[in-house]
């Protein structure tokens, strides 16, 4: 007896390596839903909003490197789950999108909840079809694991009629679908030996690529070899290890001069697994104009960089590292002076990065929290930022010394934390997993307490309370000083909240409750909430001295 269309599109996505599904259910894609109730090996997990499911399974493939999948019925599911979809897409994360939609014969007369899904997230996902019929769902299947996987990874959406999943199917072998790393083009070696030849003070750029690469090693190695200073692209604090001595800061928002001058004086500029996006070119302003920029990535992009020589060399991260390292390094006296001068700008950084003595305040000073978090985390734990202004102290005051300990969204996604959090612990069940949030953007997703209560997913949420959209509030400050529009809150107690669902929860007004509060979270296992009380005295990390 033929199955449906549905029951073998998830067959089909489980052989190509899928095995974590995401959802709040649908009456539009009922056979994918009795395709997982029944499959042996496949995880569904239900969640209370479209937005948490979609940022669960981005924050899956972004901790796995592989992609997770997320299901919504049309119009009004598929709507809720688009700024994910923007996110993964501004991340390279890769991630499946399979979307209800209105039966093949209602399509074009304005059906209930109908929307031309296609075309809509058409300019939003890396790629986006229509599924015309059963008979091709294995074939889709297949291009949409390639689309999300190869060149630079992103997000994929299939848009699937209700009567198709229900139709019966013809059984298909799923072949399974091998890449091959793109090496470096030779060339691109020749090149970075020439620019390298005699320069004063080079630099090297490292981002997501290179996470997902397995390549920091490599890129540690070069640095040491050549003498090279390190900078992490945009909210990629965690690729290169922050105590290095190569180390030179973080491209982050709102950067001080004193943090971006390294990359202002460079040249040559090595760019390895990242785009130059507005952030790490800090409003496309750098590099300096006279620096040359060799730009490798599997699909590198040159961002903002209009007025700079650039060479643009398509590759894997990994293998590309490991034959830049095969460039006859400095002489002695020249890697001297680099180091130097590598010396004198990671000073810089640990100045910067250091937080300030200790002193009483009417609530908790966040750098003295991230120091707190520095020292008590294990050296592999997890931190998953939210966007808001809060993520200021994160980028500042924690040192990230192990890869893959850092998710957070470029697109400055709020609401992204706890969600992407769950997505991360499933994707490393065995790691302390830590989100933390303001309380505007926690607020936007806090639903998904409740999901994590309910898999038993044993994430610590650490949410940031001043009442605020902070950002808003510092950005008002600054163009219309003493007047402030929209942006007070009033919150309940969260953790109120999370013990009104039975998770461990702790509110923190002072600074040696804090270190009481990780303690005893880390140690409970399950999910716990941590809600601590800010000092109004600072709303933004630029209100320390640097």
Not at 383 to 393: C, K, P, R
């Amino acid at each position: 007896m033929a199955r449906t269309a549905g029951h073998i599109l998830v067959d089909a996505l489980v052989t190509l390596g899928v095995d974590h599904f995401f959802t709040v259910p649908g009456e539009s894609f009922l056979p994918l839903l009795d395709a997982l109730h029944q499959h042996p090996t496949a995880k569904l997990f239900t969640h209370r909003h479209e937005e948490g499911a979609a940022f669960a399974a981005e924050g899956f493939g972004k901790a796995a490197h592989r992609p997770a999948v997320v299901m919504a019925t049309r119009a009004v599911g598929a709507m809720n789950l688009g700024i994910a979809v923007h996110t993964a897409r501004q991340d390279s994360t890769p991630l499946i999108v399979l979307l209800g939609q209105v039966p093949t014969g209602f399509r074009d007369r304005e059906a209930f909840q109908e929307l031309p899904l296609d075309e809509i997230f058409g300019r939003i996902a890396k790629w986006s079809a229509h599924v015309p019929s059963a008979e091709r769902v294995v074939e889709y299947a297949r291009r949409a694991w390639t689309q999300a996987t190869t060149g630079r990874p992103g997000p994929v959406v299939l848009v699937l009629p209700e009567d198709v999943l229900w139709q019966p199917a013809t059984e298909t072998i799923v072949k399974p679908v091998r890449v091959i790393e793109p090496s470096l083009d030779p060339q691109a070696v020749v090149q970075f030996s020439s620019w390298m030849a005699g320069a004063e003070f080079p630099l090297l750029v490292v981002g997501g690529g290179v996470l997902a690469a397995g390549a920091v090693g490599a890129a540690v190695e070069l640095a040491e070899r050549h003498g090279l200073g390190v900078m992490t692209a945009f909210r990629r604090f965690d690729a290169f290890p922050n105590d290095h001595p190569a180390y030179l800061g973080p491209l982050m928002l709102a950067a001080p001069n004193e943090l971006t001058q390294p990359l202002s004086q460079a040249d040559p500029v090595i760019s390895v697994g990242t785009r130059w996006s507005e952030v790490t070119g800090q409003g496309y302003r750098l590099p300096g104009n006279s620096a040359r920029v060799l730009v490798i990535d599997r699909a590198p992009e040159m961002g903002g960089l209009p007025d700079r020589e650039v060479c643009l060399a398509p590759g894997s991260a990994r293998l590309a590292l490991e034959h830049l390292l095969e460039a006859a390094p400095p002489s002695p006296p020249l890697l001297s002076r680099r180091k130097a001068t590598v010396a004198f700008w990671h000073d810089a950084y640990l100045r910067f990065s250091t937080p300030p003595c200790p002193v009483v305040t009417d609530g908790v000073d966040l750098s003295h929290m991230l120091e707190v978090l520095g020292r008590r985390l294990p050296p592999d734990a997890a931190l998953v930022t939210d966007a808001g202004n809060f993520s200021g102290w994160v980028a500042r005051f924690y040192r990230f010394r192990t890869s893959g300990t850092h998710f957070g969204p470029t697109s400055g996604a709020m609401g992204y934390g706890l969600p992407a959090a769950l997505g991360v612990k499933l994707a490393n069940p065995d790691r302390t997993v830590l989100s933390v949030s303001g309380d505007g953007g926690f607020m936007m997703t806090v639903s998904e307490l409740e999901t994590a209560q309910r898999h038993g997913i044993g994430v610590i949420a650490v949410v940031c309370v001043n009442d605020l959209y902070g950002t808003i509030h510092g950005h008002q400050q600054r163009r219309f000083p003493g007047r402030s529009t929209a942006v007070a809150l009033h919150n309940p107690s969260f953790a109120a909240w999370a013990q009104a669902l039975g998770i461990r929860a702790y509110r923190v007004e002072h600074i040696a409750d804090f270190e009481a509060a990780i303690e005893q979270a880390l140690n409970h296992g399950g999910p716990s909430v941590i809600e601590v009380m800010m000092d109004r005295t600072r709303f933004a990390v630029g209100s320390y001295p640097t």
